[in-house]
C-alpha cells in the first residue's frame, strides 16, 4: 500500500517561506514522478509542481520563480521550497503520485500566508 504523509505546513507572513516535505512508503520511490498540488477554499485543486523520476521540474505560471520541487530519492521524500509567499498561496497543500492504473495522494497540510 503506497502511502504519502506530508509535513511543513504553517503560518507564514506575506514575503516569508516554508518547505514542504513528503515522504512515500510502501513503493519505489526513485523511478515515479511526484507533484505538489494545493486547493484554496472554494476553489478546485491545481498542479503547483511536478518532478520527473530524472529531476525534470514543470511549475504553475503563480508560483513560477518562488517555488522550487526537489527530491531526494534516497530518503524518499520529495520537497516544495516555497519563498515570497503570498497571501494567494493560502491553501491545502496535496502531494501526489501516479501509477500506471493508480493515482495516490497524501492527507494534506495547510499552509496559511497572513499578517
Known amino acids: 500500500q503506497v502511502q504519502l504523509v506530508e509535513s511543513g505546513g504553517g503560518l507564514v507572513q506575506p514575503g516569508g517561506s516554508l518547505r514542504l516535505s513528503c515522504t512515500v512508503s510502501g513503493s519505489i520511490f526513485s523511478i515515479f514522478a511526484m507533484a505538489w498540488y494545493r486547493q484554496a477554499p472554494g476553489k478546485q485543486r491545481e498542479l503547483v509542481a511536478s518532478?520527473?523520476?530524472?529531476?525534470?521540474?514543470n511549475y504553475a505560471d503563480s508560483v513560477k520563480g518562488r517555488f522550487t520541487i526537489s527530491r531526494d530519492n534516497g530518503k524518499k521524500t520529495v520537497y516544495l521550497q516555497m519563498n515570497s509567499l503570498k497571501p494567494e498561496d493560502t491553501a491545502v497543500y496535496y502531494c501526489?503520485?501516479?501509477?500506471?492504473?493508480?493515482?495516490?495522494w497524501g492527507q494534506g497540510t495547510q499552509v496559511t500566508v497572513s499578517s
Open positions: 518532478i520527473s523520476s530524472s529531476g525534470s521540474t
Open positions: 501526489n503520485t501516479k501509477r500506471a492504473t493508480s493515482e495516490y
